[in-house]
């Protein structure tokens, strides 16, 4: 299993996760062509996406989805509530280039290609936030993003996993002097 960060931070997330017959895209928030620059960057060449995995609907987790559905058309796994979200917030062109919703929840098990995927519940103030952890070939990881508390069911997905990429910037001063509510 290959994990390649392409952006992490407030100004964009995307995380190519990869074997040797399966790709997946974990996020979606940066634009075709910094996406591209970013993959060239890592000497990788993606012709196809197998599935773009969505946590939640904060911008710099989603604004980049309609130009990644077009230019992969891959099917989107994302919770109900937040595919709703993500209809209300990004263009038209979004619904447009959808090829396929693959509805998903915290606690499901699902499989793509040769990579089986879980989805667990994480805090954040989003309306649905969701991080996961992969297996393929004995081999655990997980990509958790946005993590504002490391709570017990967060370290239960955890345990074993042989990688974890935490992103994780909660900050209770800046939250209460910040713009967010």
Known sequence: MRVSILASGSSGNITLL??????LL????????ETLARLAAVENDVKKI????????????CNGL????????APLYVTEPTMDAL????PETFGKRLRGVEKIYAGQSFVIGDIEVHAFRVTHDAIDPICFTFRTNGTKMAIVTDLGH???????HLRNCDCV???????????KVGPYP
Do not use: F, Y
């Not at 197998?50 to 987790?61: C, K, S, V």
């Open 18 to 23: 990869e074997t040797e017959s399966t790709r």
């Open 26 to 33: 974990v996020d979606a928030g940066l634009g075709k062509r």
């Open 50 to 61: 197998d599935g773009i995995l969505i946590t939640h609907e904060h911008a710099d987790h």
């Open 66 to 73: 309609p130009q990644m559905l077009g230019l992969w058309k």
């Open 87 to 90: 209809q209300r917030i990004l």
């Open 150 to 156: 490391l709570t017990n069911l967060v370290k239960t």
């Open 165 to 175: 990429v935490l992103e994780s910037n909660h900050d209770s001063e800046m939250l």
